[in-house]
């Protein structure tokens, strides 16, 4: 085991705002052109362009069918658009997808505005309105008088009275829904910058429970990074929101409750990563030969957030850096062949110097049975064998996740745990999941993919995915497929 220097990240204690520093809004501007010319429910002659809609206050929705958030704003929508009816205000709900597809789907969630269809990326894009829903409220000038997220907020942002407004030549009372910005360098103990440091920024519901706030960004070659996402209005005041600092080599870092910072200083953050602990090793495969591959972690119960990991090199040699001075479980997980997976666990102490190679063992006994299926390779996971895998949970453990990519949340890795439930009751049988996939597909809208409740507990991540409902598309060959597992004709 080698050890580099130990040392501590000491948070920040300053005086708190009233707000969080960082939060900036969307300038007064003109509304880009729309784009579109397909119009459904509009009067005749009806054109969606600023110049024929000048004089009138606009609700621009950008929406999708596939988008749950989306479909939950329809009847608010329906409902202010009854209210203003007499007014002069035009409801335009704009979506990428053709005619074909919307008009059925009217048949069943009624709008009542005008829906323009097949909006060309170029409005997607100017309206930044890859995620939906979002909603701008445009002015009688034409300008965006409010950018909204109404999928973020319990109660719908847009009242009768903020339209009046606008109308009446008066500040509509809106709040854009605010953003997050902060930027700066990372750099280690001798101000050398780091490169490749992932960053996220949390807000934090309990010890163990947090929601990540937009996507995460990485340093550059200056370690320099820029951060900014869209937040709910009813966010800015609440406590903690907390930026996250991870690389293979550094100790974990985080920096808490960004209000504590002048908006100066959020702007221009330098952030010291400290080195930690280090242990190296070999691993060995269940014949004592080096277990090439394999996927190596070290787990901190207590303290989550410092787990590290990577993939042995040829010799089954691995390094692990950046670790705190806690006593932690070394893991490992490795596909031996399609059919067979490796596994070995031990409690272990970065500091004890233990160098001797560690041997992995076969986690499935003669009498599980692999089956194939959906183009992988599964086997049922309870008992020992959840316990080998590292699972909290009992479930359909992943051998060879194959090429398929029919899981609504992602790419499966050798080792996952597909952790679904039939009400309470969870699934860890073949048959039975095929089973529960069958009827999940028979209970989904024509063309609509189809859910099913549980998670995915992913060893390669070290994380639980998707939950408490999760997506999949088959195919007419794998519904066969899965009839034939489940033993239905």
């Not at 008066?170 to 953003?179: D, I, Q």
């Not at 996740?401 to 899981?407: D, F, H, V």
């Not at 998670?455 to 997506?471: L, R, T």
């Amino acid at each position: 085991m080698s050890q580099s220097r130990i040392a501590y990240l000491l948070p920040c204690l300053l005086c708190a705002s009233s707000a969080i520093a960082g939060i900036f809004h969307h300038v007064k501007e003109a509304a880009p052109e729309l784009g579109v010319s397909e119009l459904l429910q509009a009067p005749a002659g009806a054109k969606a362009d600023w110049k024929s809609l000048r004089g009138k206050v606009v609700v621009v929705e950008f929406w999708a069918t596939w988008c749950g958030n989306c479909i939950r704003q329809i009847p608010r929508l329906n409902e202010l658009t009854e209210q203003m009816k007499n007014d002069s205000v035009v409801f335009i709900s704009v979506t990428d997808e053709d005619r074909a597809t919307i008009e059925p789907f009217l048949k069943t969630h009624p709008m009542r505005g005008w829906v323009a269809v097949s909006a060309p990326a170029s409005t997607i894009a100017a309206y930044d309105a890859e995620g939906r829903p979002i909603t701008y409220v445009v002015g009688p000038d034409g300008m965006i008088d409010a950018k909204l997220d109404p999928g973020f907020e319990s109660k719908f942002p847009i009242q009768p009275q903020n339209l009046r407004n606008l109308l009446a030549g008066k500040p509509s009372g809106l709040v854009t829904t605010p953003r997050l910005g902060y930027a700066g360098q990372v750099v280690d103990a001798e101000g050398a910058p780091v490169e490749g440091v992932a960053i996220f920024a949390r807000k934090r519901r309990s010890p163990t429970d947090w929601t990540q706030i937009g996507g995460g960004v990485t340093t550059d070659r200056q370690g320099r990074f820029a951060f900014d996402a869209e937040i709910p209005t009813s966010w800015v005041n609440e406590f903690p929101v907390s930026i996250e600092f991870n690389h293979p080599r550094f100790l974990f870092a985080r920096l808490e409750d960004l209000r504590l910072l002048p908006a100066e200083q959020l702007a221009n953050l330098r952030i010291t990563l400290q080195d930690g602990n280090a242990i190296s090793g070999r691993l060995l495969n269940a014949d004592g030969q080096p277990a090439a591959h394999a996927r190596t972690r070290i787990a901190f119960d207590a303290q989550p957030d410092y787990a590290k990991d990577c993939e042995t090199d040829a010799q089954g040699g691995f390094d692990l850096r950046g670790l705190p001075t806690l006593k932690g479980e070394l893991r490992a997980l490795l596909a031996e062949s399609p059919n067979q997976l490796l596994s070995f666990r031990q409690e272990i102490d970065p500091r004890s110097g233990q160098t001797a190679p560690f041997q992995m063992h076969r986690v499935l006994p003669g009498s599980a049975k692999a089956v194939h299926m959906l183009g992988m390779t599964i086997v049922s996971a309870t008992g020992d064998i959840q316990k080998e895998v590292f699972s909290a949970q009992p479930g359909i453990l992943v051998i060879d996740p194959g090429t398929r990519n029919w899981l609504g949340i992602g790419v499966l890795h050798t080792g996952d745990c597909i952790c679904a439930t039939r009400g309470q009751e969870p699934i860890a049988d073949v048959q039975s999941f095929a089973r529960l996939l069958l009827d999940a597909h028979a209970r989904a809208e024509p063309k609509k993919r189809a859910w099913i409740s549980g998670s995915v507990q992913s060893f390669y991540f070290g994380v639980v995915n998707g939950g408490p409902q999760f997506p999949f598309s088959l195919t007419e060959s794998d519904l066969a497929e899965l009839r034939a597992i489940a033993g239905q004709p």
